[in-house]
């Protein structure tokens, strides 16, 4: 072995996750180790809790990083509140709701599925019909921001049909929080979980989480112990919520919680509604380029996210070849297609301290020459002045 130091290259990341992380957030993630029950390491939870809480827009009492990705903050929501044999309402419009089912699945639970097409929101009237022929099923369960698709589903309207059938809400926010219009305590969504490197452009490895006040009492009211014994939250409170008397539960990822403070707080300068405001402005810029290009987008325009924008692959155009070329020339980072769409669709993030004019038309210049040095049928020369002209005409 013959190993040095790891300096990665610096690549321009746009595609689903993790996105570019703002240099103040890798600052501060520089700093001192302190142990994890430190009083001063406490009152940063404490800030990380409450600046969580503005980020999810909401009151919730309960609102916390679970220590490990996205995919354990699902996992968290999912064995603390389905019991063995309890139905639950699962969503599938792409990858992230079929993970959603097989979280059910290993919890013991009996999912009832309402499916729609990939690339399309969830239906709502899809979801009425289903929880009036099972009216036994506590809990819906769906995917506000689907990823793998670029489609964004109804939270607001999902959580109102879940109210009127006695149901709670899970939702899976990971793509949504600080992209789009995302508000919890508002809306009334009870259980939602998200992450750190999509939107607050934050580095992976944390999962914020926030209960309602009544999927909390689910919980606390279980029959069964929680299958998992890292993230029962039962014990998981004893160390966020322990008031002066916190107890050892993990050794919680110190300097990562950091770098979170450091996102949320560069969140709030920003401002919420106007970190929403700019992911929706430079999508619409990044739109024009591509469409300029001839580029056709996968989602209804009325159903599109704007932080992550798919798009088909044109005819004849090697997927790989491409993706591969943009991260050689390019030093630049688009996502693939997944499950179905994969080799089909490319996947353009706008996500957090990415999405920015810069990026906007750096991503379009690159595949426009990558796209017409291949031979590609598309319109050649297009893309960067359809967007220039796009931010001429509304300035920010
Ligand atoms: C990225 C993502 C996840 C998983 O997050 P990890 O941090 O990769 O575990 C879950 N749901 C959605 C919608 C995502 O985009």
């Not at 220590?67 to 419009?93: D, Q, R, Y």
């Not at 591509?290 to 005819?315: C, D, H, K, S, T």
């Not at 893309?383 to 509304?394: G, K, N």
Request: hydrophobic share 45%; proline share 5%; glycine share 10%.
């Amino acid at each position: 072995m013959n190993s040095s130091a790891f300096h990665p290259p610096r690549r321009t990341l746009m595609g689903p996750g993790p996105s570019d992380v703002n240099p103040r957030i890798l600052e501060a993630m520089s700093r001192p180790t302190i142990g994890h029950l430190d009083p001063a390491f406490i009152e940063m939870m404490d800030e990380v809790k409450a600046l969580l809480r503005y980020a999810f827009q909401t009151d919730y009492a309960l609102a916390m990083p679970i220590s490990a990705p996205g995919s354990a903050g699902m996992e968290a929501c999912f064995v603390n509140l389905v019991e063995p044999g309890e139905k639950v309402v699962v969503c599938i419009n792409g990858v992230f709701g079929g993970r959603m089912r097989e979280n059910v699945e290993r919890c013991g639970g009996v999912p009832v599925v309402v499916e729609d097409a990939w690339g399309r929101a969830v239906d709502p009237d899809k979801v009425e019909a289903t929880l009036a022929a099972h009216p036994d099923a506590r809990i819906l369960a769906f995917v506000h921001a689907e990823t793998s698709t670029g489609a964004r589903s109804d939270a607001r309207t999902l959580a109102e049909i879940a109210r009127a059938h006695d149901c709670l809400t899970l939702v899976d926010a990971v793509t949504s929080l600080g992209g789009s219009e995302l508000r919890v305590g508002e809306w009334g969504l009870d259980a939602v979980y998200s992450g750190t490197q999509k939107c607050l452009s934050c580095v992976p490895g944390l999962s914020p989480v926030t209960f309602s006040e009544r999927a909390l009492e689910k919980v606390r009211r279980r029959k069964t112990k929680v299958q998992s014994w890292f993230l029962d939250l039962n014990l998981v409170l004893g160390y966020w919520e322990g008031g002066g008397k916190r107890t050892y539960h993990h050794t919680a990822p110190v300097n990562t919680l950091y770098a979170l403070h450091e996102a949320l707080i560069l969140l709030r300068e920003e401002g919420i509604e106007r970190a929403w405001a700019r992911h929706a402005y430079h999508h619409r810029a990044l739109r024009a380029g591509l469409e300029a290009m001839g580029l056709r987008f996968v989602v209804p325009e009325a159903e599109r996210l704007p932080q992550l924008n798919a798009v088909a692959i044109p005819e004849g155009v090697d997927d790989a070849t491409v993706r591969s070329r943009l991260l050689a020339d390019y030093d630049l980072e688009i996502g693939a297609g997944l499950g179905v769409l994969a080799g089909k669709v490319w996947r353009i993030g706008l996500m957090g301290y990415a999405c920015n004019r810069r990026n906007v038309l750096f991503c379009l210049g690159a595949l426009d020459a990558v796209l017409t040095d291949l031979g590609a049928k598309i319109e050649s020369g297009a893309a960067v002045p359809a967007a220039m002209a796009w931010y001429a005409a509304h300035p920010d």
